[in-house]
């Protein structure tokens, strides 16, 4: 049985379904959506208008599941969790019939739910989350019918900046309001602080250390501004992008372990801790941090799909493992590129390493072959070993995915002198003789050894 039919759920429930026919093993899903199996990190370029059909973010429909024999239940939402008597109780949204449903083995699939933080106004008409295909949808009718062209963008992280874009996309005039001092809180402020000017620079106001304390509504009901501190912003619609938390509640009340953030823990086969017959995997689970040792919570559709091969793996008869994460995330505000991976300095302070840090500017290709971008790079090395702790990089096109090269090191335990090493491709239109990370790497060297 699985509870949630997106990226984790499903991914699990097609690979159980492979290794095992559909005599030896019944599969049952609910998802209480309309949709299943979709990306929804694609739903702000849906809404921007870059990708043009809604079903184009759908990897496969519900009728492509029931025809590889798993029953598929849409708009059905499991309240209940009894796994003493290993059963669930589900309620169809459409009658709403309400039944028991027994099973062996029991996946949840959760997911998380967009924070949507107790102001005043916050569910007035023209107020929208952006977490699922209906949501988008929702964002998409407003647009249609505002005649309006201002918007909020309440948060700067990576559904706050690229919201930001989708609607400069629409025609809007945009303001983002964030309530740290920079915009992208999964770096560190100087990297963020190059982002702010970029996104300025694009035409979007981006206003830092804006605590929102209300939603104000006109006379019909729809919101018409945002506060924040002793400022109004006028809006004709706004979109939530302050992050979203596990959507835990129904593991919760069955008694299920539960991590500092509030996710699910699993074992390295992504089996609650405690349980012989519940796996989890997707946003609603913590993961092992490879780089600091701790558990976070990192909710991206990469981890989501990789959870599910391993759940279904197990479930299904075989045998996998998910290792753990080192924090990789790539993100976009029009032509700005953005990229991070391991550590950022609090992160490591956190966990008690001694650091030094190094930023280096670079280009995209050699400096003399047309169309070569500049990009910003932040590297952290531990002091004592020289190990690499985290990358983090800003530039323009060819800029983000250059971040993979420090991904593939954190994850290999590399210090920056063997990533200095690494014998990567090299050709004028593609980078200077020196790739940018090793750049960043080999002054990292430097200051590992000045350091002593």
């Known amino acids: 049985m ?38 929804a990190c694609g739903i702000p370029y849906w809404v921007g208008g870059a990708v043009v059909e809604r079903d184009r973010l759908i990897a496969r429909t519900a009728e492509e599941h029931r025809a590889r024999g798993i029953d598929l239940r849409l708009r059905t939402e499991v309240t209940e969790l009894d796994l003493a008597r290993q059963r669930v109780r589900a309620r169809d949204l459409e009658s709403g019939e309400e039944y028991w449903t027994g099973f062996d083995r029991l996946v949840l699939a959760t997911g998380a739910r967009p924070v949507r933080p107790p102001l005043p106004g916050i569910d007035a008409p023209g107020v929208h989350g952006v977490q699922t295909l209906g949501d988008g949808q929702a964002l998409l009718d407003t647009l249609a019918v505002t005649p309006g062209r201002r918007a909020v963008v309440v948060g700067a992280g990576y ?39 970029s996104m300025d620079g694009l035409g979007i106001t981006t206003v830092g250390r804006a605590d929102v304390t209300e939603i104000r509504t006109g006379p019909d009901g729809r919101v018409r501004a945002v506060v924040a501190g002793d400022l109004e912003y006028p809006a004709d619609v706004v979109v939530l992008g302050v992050g979203v938390e596990p959507e835990t509640s129904l593991a919760r009340a069955a008694g299920l372990p539960l991590g500092a953030y509030g996710g699910l823990l699993t074992d390295l086969s992504m089996r609650v801790r405690g349980q012989e017959n519940v796996w989890a995997g997707g946003d609603c689970v913590e ?161 590992v050894r000045e350091a002593g």
């Open 159 to 197: 559904i706050g900046v690229e919201m930001a874009e989708a609607l400069m996309n629409r025609g809007y005039e945009v303001t983002v309001l964030n309530r740290g001092e920079q915009p992208m809180a999964t770096l560190d402020p100087d990297m963020g602080r190059i982002v702010h000017a």
């Open 2 to 39: 699985v509870v949630g039919g997106d990226a984790a759920g499903m991914s699990a429930a097609s690979q159980a379904r492979r290794l095992m026919g559909t005599d030896e093993l019944e599969i049952v899903a609910f998802e209480r959506g309309r949709f299943t199996s979709y990306s």
């Open 287 to 447: 993961v092992l941090d490879l780089v600091s040792g701790r558990e976070r919570h990192i909710p991206l559709g990469t981890h989501a799909n990789k959870h599910g091969q391993v759940i279904g793996a197990n479930v299904g008869g075989g045998y996998g493992t998910f290792p753990g994460v080192v924090g990789t995330a790539v993100s976009k505000v029009c032509s700005l590129e953005i990229a991070r991976t391991g550590l950022r300095e609090r992160d490591a302070r956190a966990v008690g390493l001694r650091f030094v840090t190094v930023t280096v500017e670079s280009t995209s290709r050699a400096g003399y072959y047309p169309g070569a971008a500049p990009m910003t790079v932040k590297m952290l090395a531990e002091r004592r070993t020289g190990r690499l702790l985290g990358v983090q990089i800003v530039g323009r096109e060819g800029a983000a995915k250059r971040v993979d090269i420090a991904a593939v090191a954190l994850t290999a335990g590399m210090t920056v002198e063997q990533v200095t090493a690494l014998d990567l491709g090299y050709a004028p239109p593609f980078s200077p003789v020196w790739d940018p990370v090793q750049v960043a790497a080999r002054k990292a060297v430097a200051a």
